[in-house]
């Protein structure tokens, strides 16, 4: 397979694009599954919601999109120059589809994406993934006489990089063909600033505009010795053969030669270029749910499914106001509905340990009392003894068999049950991603509903003492404005809309915040 086949043309028909085409579809698909039934008592839409908010969070800028399978596995990779439209386009039925797209869009079960800042910049790390990922439905072009090509002259001295469409035996090396041109001849002056190698015929003896505007180092004026431009032209092949990851080590250690040599000029081209370069690491896409789950997965050490994870977070000031949190996320998304908030009733001053083996224990209390689905992780904020504190509780209800893990946020060390020693991942996990994804969305949640009890708290002492507004006034007034300054800002038309208060109520309640 080669690196730059961007596309893939049905060898019997060279006038139309086939399935796999660079640009829009040529069919699109249906192909998302229906519901999965969970238990008795619930029933979801995992892949039609979760591809459905996928899709929804790429943005309508260019990129790179990886399409994958439950087991995380590759599909396709395909550039746009506007992602979500050409993500979207699969799953819009304007006909039916032929085999081989309804075969891969039927299995897509995850979407990421790599952002780019031109169409053109996607097609270089389409194609670099392309050779990492080798896609099973990515279909090589096989006519190469009839598309542009790029060819590395590394037969001469200095080699060159440039377009053709004749492939020859000459000792050069040729990567493609390709589908679009123009692309490609964007793609090769992006090439040609991170690699800059001469693009003339015939070297000159003296230097040409593409030296002044740094795409070329000028080996005709002895600019550049034979063994450093030769190293250039190593980095370039290593980046067009998809060794991103070797190329990335390569330029780091030759940086920090440089910065020991005290040559910073030098030093800092190498770092621009592993700027560029950075763009297309392993660890810039976006993982998707199931690479993560299935990471966090081999970290617990589950046997058996990990498709539902429920959080817990607590939130006060000085005891004040306890709340508690739970979300759910089902196979790597957030399932709002399966949210839930807790005032804390049985825990006085400041004891967050004691505020979240209340939580746990109501939550778990409950779903086993009306014989719900019970998670497959439980994910604790906070760490060694809020994870003891819940792992506490479970056992007193006859579940201290669930997986049960804390995270917390000083150094973002992960605490899992019965393991004795924290455990600290590094910064590009996938399972770290998700945990803190999850345990970020607990706390948001949290914080939110504490900040509203709050708010109507504080709105509630200011409304005493105005005659005519008790208990059920106060209740319709919040409901109605939401928060105390919009009541005290508010007229007699605005007072008049709320039910339950009348006209002498209303001038009340403005007489009192007047005086006030």
Known sequence: MSLFQSSAFNRSDHHRHSEFCCGEPAVQGKGIKGPVEMDNSEKIEPDKKLLSARVKELPSSPGVYI??????????????????????????????????????????????YIPASTEAEALIYENSLIKQLSPKYNV?????????????????????????????????????????VKLLREALIILRQIFPLRSCGKIPKNVCLNYHIKQCVAPCAGKVSDSAYGGIVAE????????????????????????????????????????????VKENSVRYGPAEELEELKDLIGLKGPLEVIEAFDVSNIMGKDA??????????????????????????????????????????????????????????????????????ELEKIGLGGMAVMGIAKEFEHLYIKDRPEAVALPKESKALHLLKRIRDEAHRFAISYHKNLRKKSITFSELDGI????????????????????????????????????EKSAKNIIQHFKEK
């Open 67 to 112: 399409m994958k399978d439950k087991k995380g596995d590759i599909l396709y990779v395909g550039k746009a120059g506007n992602l979500r439209k050409r993500v979207t386009s699969y799953f819009y039925p304007r006909r039916n589809l032929a085999g081989r797209l309804l075969a891969m869009v039927e299995r897509i079960s995850d979407i990421s």
């Open 323 to 392: 709340v508690g949190s739970m979300i759910s996320f089902y196979k790597g998304r957030p399932m709002k509905s399966r949210y839930r908030k807790f005032r804390i009733k049985t825990v006085s001053g400041v004891d967050d340990y004691a505020m979240m083996r209340e939580i746990v224990r109501r939550r778990y209390t409950r779903l086993t009392e009306e014989k719900e689905r019970l998670p497959d992780l439980i994910l604790i904020d906070g760490g060694r003894g809020h994870l003891q504190a819940g792992v506490d």
């Open 140 to 180: 090589a072009l096989r006519d190469d006489k009839s598309y542009p090509m790029l060819k590395l002259t590394v037969n001469e001295q200095f080699p060159r990089l440039f377009i053709t469409r004749q492939k020859k035996d000459d000792g050069s090396i040729y990567y493609g063909p390709f589908t679009n």
């Open 236 to 279: 370039l092949k290593l980046f067009l053969e998809g060794r991103t990851k070797e190329l990335l080590k390569l330029l780091s250690g030759k940086m920090f030669d440089a910065a020991k040599k005290e040559d910073f000029e030098e030093a800092g081209r190498i770092k621009r270029r592993i700027e560029v370069l950075g763009a």
């Open 467 to 502: 005659s005519g507004v008790g208990p059920k006034r106060k209740k319709a007034l919040i409901g109605h404005f939401g928060d105390i300054d919009k009541i005290k800002a508010a007229t007699l038309e605005d007072f008049m809309k709320v039910e339950g208060v009348d």
